[in-house]
């Protein structure tokens, strides 16, 4: 089967022929019809400090995804072939209580889909049952190719009462776009987005209904002011990993704000802890979604009319993925899907 490979430890990926699959007992195969691009594979392109200490070489990369199934293993009885889904980037067989408790984004040895196992930018890909996701019918293969960008939008937006309260989102990649459509959805009052990039920005304005404000140029406390949000936001997201967008977030948050922290800096650095302190802030560390949850609330909202798409900038065919690579390098990119079969 054709698939883009992680071949040599370098930076690129590389389209080649590599076996199929052979599902396991208590797994599917799938026919992958279309995946989204995310910064994990951009990450993986670079080849940078990360990629170099855990990506084994080669690996078919990938882990957003929509397809069919066309195999099922003898031990799974609730799927079967023809079946419309997507699927998790995180599996495990371990039997940590994370796991038997449902949290199985919680298991320190959680398999990742196109990270320690091969991935779904390729024609078919075997999953375990257990990460399976069924799509319904008003959620088509290109939306069901970004449910785990999604899902961890899904995960951060509803980790607070959003109700009537005033939101601040530093960064405005794909994530943060999304979270900030939930917010509004679920009936934020003021949303307010903070980034640098302008085409970013431009985006999140279209699709998600916020004000915009580029720190480089502008006062976010001018912005506050104009919404007339007095004393604070109650509620914050920081997606960027960037020290000035948290250091702007602390900030900026009012008396017992509550933040959830998603965005993974390259490196430490510093925060002011006694302005957490004395504010009484509560931040949240996000990693993933609550797998099974997460995955509930998502498709409820996506069937009662949250509506993500414009969020896709970029669709292109699987042979045309260096173009889309280069888009999102740029900066200058929403999501991008590819498409590997119709």
């Known amino acids: 089967m054709r698939a883009l490979v992680k071949a040599e430890r370098t930076a690129g990926l590389w389209l080649q022929e590599v076996s199929d699959p052979v599902p396991a007992d208590d797994e599917v195969l799938i026919r992958i019809r279309k995946t989204g691009i995310g910064d994990t594979e951009l990450r993986i392109w670079n080849w940078g400090d990360w990629a170099q200490h855990t990506i084994r070489v080669p690996l078919v990369i990938g882990r957003e995804y929509a397809g069919e199934i066309v195999q099922v293993g003898r031990n799974v009885r609730y799927l079967r072939t023809g079946m419309r889904v997507s699927g998790q980037g995180s599996s495990s067989d371990c039997n940590a209580s994370a796991v038997r408790t449902g949290r199985v984004h919680a298991c320190a040895d959680s398999g990742v889909v196109g990270i320690t196992r091969s991935g779904a930018f390729a024609e078919y890909l075997s999953l375990p049952a257990l990460g399976v996701i069924e799509l319904p019918d008003e959620v088509d293969d290109e939306l069901g190719a970004i449910l785990d960008p999604l899902g961890n939008a899904?995960?951060?937006?509803?980790?607070?009462?959003?109700?009537?309260?005033?939101?601040?989102?530093?960064?405005?990649?794909?994530?943060?776009?999304?979270?900030?459509?939930i917010a509004r959805h679920v009936g934020a009052r003021n949303i307010v987005m903070s980034d640098v990039n302008a085409t970013r920005l431009a985006l999140a304005r279209e699709v998600a209904d916020v004000v915009t404000v580029d720190p480089s140029t502008a006062s976010l406390a001018d912005v506050m002011q104009q919404l007339r949000i007095i004393d604070g936001f109650a509620v914050g997201f920081e997606m960027s990993g960037n020290t000035a967008a948290m250091q702007q977030l602390v900030g900026s948050m009012a008396m017992g704000g509550r933040i959830a922290s998603v965005g993974l800096p390259a490196e430490k650095f510093n925060v002011d802890w006694r302005r957490i302190v004395r504010k009484g802030l509560v931040i949240k560390g996000i990693y993933g979604r609550d797998m099974l949850e997460t995955r509930r609330k998502m498709l409820n909202l996506l069937s009662e009319g949250l509506d993500v798409r414009g969020i896709i900038t970029h669709r292109l065919a699987a042979d045309n993925y260096k173009e889309g690579f280069s888009a999102l390098q740029s900066g200058n990119a929403g999501k991008v899907v590819l498409t590997w079969a119709d």
């Open 154 to 181: 899904t995960h951060v937006a509803l980790s607070f009462d959003l109700i009537g309260e005033d939101v601040l989102i530093t960064g405005a990649g794909p994530i943060g776009i999304m979270a900030a459509t």
